[in-house]
């Protein structure tokens, strides 16, 4: 691709939208509720179902990575608080 044709390409932001569930809150709960569905979905669903991208891309924009990565350490040592079975 060209530097012209990059340079006229816009980029696009997006971040979590509104979820009713959590309307006037400290975003935290967002995040993790938003980590658990996407666990949960791909493990019923699998990795290529396009729902289960939508909690990616949630708990990725309100997640500080350190969360994340921490998160996915209690995964792996089966320490995680919440069941991640669908």
Request: hydrophobic share 35%.
């Amino acid at each position: 691709m060209s530097e012209e044709a990059a340079a006229q390409k816009p980029i696009v932001f997006q971040t979590a939208g509104f979820d009713a569930r959590f309307p006037n809150t400290n975003q935290s709960r967002h995040c993790f509720q938003n980590y658990v569905d996407y666990h949960k979905c791909i493990a019923a669903k699998g990795d290529e179902f396009a729902p289960c991208k939508q909690f990616f891309r949630a708990y990725n924009s309100l997640c500080p990575n350190d969360w994340i990565s921490r998160f996915d350490e209690q995964r792996e040592s089966n320490a995680f608080p919440v069941s991640l079975e669908p």
